[in-house]
Structure formats: structure tokens, C-alpha cells
């Protein structure tokens, strides 16, 4: 289980940077962080990657919900959340590139699932499980258009939303790569069964009487 401190490491670096952008203050230690105002934007590499203060209301590529599908999505999230550790742990002595990228996948969810709950509450703006996914990642891609919405430039995103990227390409990875073993391995047999039983490829036979 040492993948999950890769989990771990990943919400720590999600939430530290969420509250850089967004600031925060300890009373009890007199400690304040202006962080960005909404909307603000700095250049990082010119115009195609900046960092851009946006919060997410509801769900991806910024579609805005109403306050009861907001409070299963965040229930769901803490659901799936608690499901995807438990399958981690049980998978844990299965290949690496399957639980790392189980790992990746958990911290994302778990990154953008303590926004949803806490950020309303800690913010003082809405209840438990109202709050609103703070985004800062904005690069220029390319435009598209999804379900009726055209993007200039591909939707802020952040670290979680990165990390279950990451973890969602090292799963197709890893089962591609498997798919070709098994399918190796089929074939293995397959020829070792052939030869056991005296049965010969048809196309061996040929080339064989063409060669004499």
C-alpha cells in the first residue's frame, strides 16, 4: 500500500495550491493570505498558459447545477471516494501501474470532494456539501464544443482534475499492455496445443511443400 502516500502527496499539493490562489487566513496565528480575486489572471508563458482564479459551481467544464444535484454529486463523490480506497486495498498486491493509477484517480477525487464539502463552510458562503471546486490551470489548446458550449480555450482546470487524468492513462496503459499479454500468452498455448496433438497450420504445410 505504499501508493497510497502517492495519494496523499498529490491532495496535500491540490489543496496547497487551491488556497494559494484562493487565500486564506489562521485567526489564531494572526497569519493572512490575500490569495487572487475571482476572475484574475496571470500570465505565465504569454497568453497559453495562465493562472486563472475560477471556481467550478457544479460539475466539469464548468456546468452549473441546481442545490439538489449539487448534493448528490458531492455525496456520490464521497461514495465513490470510499469504494475506490477500499478496491485499492484489495487490490494491493496486484502490478504497480494498476494501483498507481487507482492512487491518482483516489486523489483526485478526494482533492476536488473536500472543495464540495468543506470550502462552503470554511469560506463562510454555503453549507456542508455546497462548495465550489476552486480551478486555476488554464492553458490554450484548442476550441471545441460540448454539449452546445463553445470554448475558446480549454477549461480551467487543477491539480485533482490532473491527477484523475493522469491515473485514467496509466489505467488504459496498463490494460492495453495486459490485453497484449494475455493475447501472447493465448497464442503460446495455442501452438504448443497444436504441436501436442500433431495438428499443423495449413499455411506452415504449404510453405514447407513449396520449400522442397
Not at 490554450?140 to 487543477?158: A, E, K, Q
Request: charged residues 20%.
Amino acid at each position: 500500500m505504499r501508493v497510497i502516500f502517492v495519494t496523499i502527496f498529490v491532495v496535500i499539493v491540490d489543496q496547497i495550491s487551491k488556497l494559494w490562489v484562493k487565500g486564506f487566513s489562521i485567526p489564531f496565528l494572526n497569519f493572512n493570505h490575500k490569495g487572487m480575486e475571482l476572475g484574475q489572471s496571470h500570465d505565465v508563458i504569454g497568453s497559453f498558459f495562465r493562472i486563472t482564479f475560477v471556481e467550478n459551481p457544479g460539475m466539469a467544464f464548468g456546468f452549473d447545477v441546481n442545490s439538489g444535484v449539487k448534493l448528490w454529486v458531492s455525496l456520490f463523490t464521497l461514495a465513490a471516494s470510499i469504494g475506490l480506497a477500499v478496491y485499492l486495498y484489495s487490490v494491493r498486491k496486484k502490478e504497480l501501474s494498476l494501483r498507481l493509477s487507482l492512487s491518482f484517480i483516489l486523489a483526485g477525487a478526494i482533492g476536488n470532494l473536500i472543495d464540495r464539502l468543506f470550502y462552503g463552510v470554511f469560506f463562510d458562503y454555503s453549507p456542508l456539501c455546497y462548495g465550489r471546486v476552486v480551478d486555476f490551470l488554464d492553458f490554450d489548446f484548442w476550441h471545441f464544443t460540448i454539449l452546445g458550449r463553445t470554448y475558446d480555450r480549454w477549461p480551467v482546470f487543477n491539480v485533482a482534475d490532473m491527477a484523475v487524468s493522469i491515473g485514467v492513462i496509466i489505467l488504459l496503459l496498463f490494460y492495453n499492455k495486459r490485453s497484449n499479454s494475455i493475447k501472447a500468452v493465448g497464442n503460446s498455448v495455442a501452438e504448443d496445443k497444436n504441436t501436442e496433438t500433431g495438428i499443423v497450420d495449413p499455411s506452415d504445410e504449404k510453405n514447407s511443400s513449396t520449400e522442397s
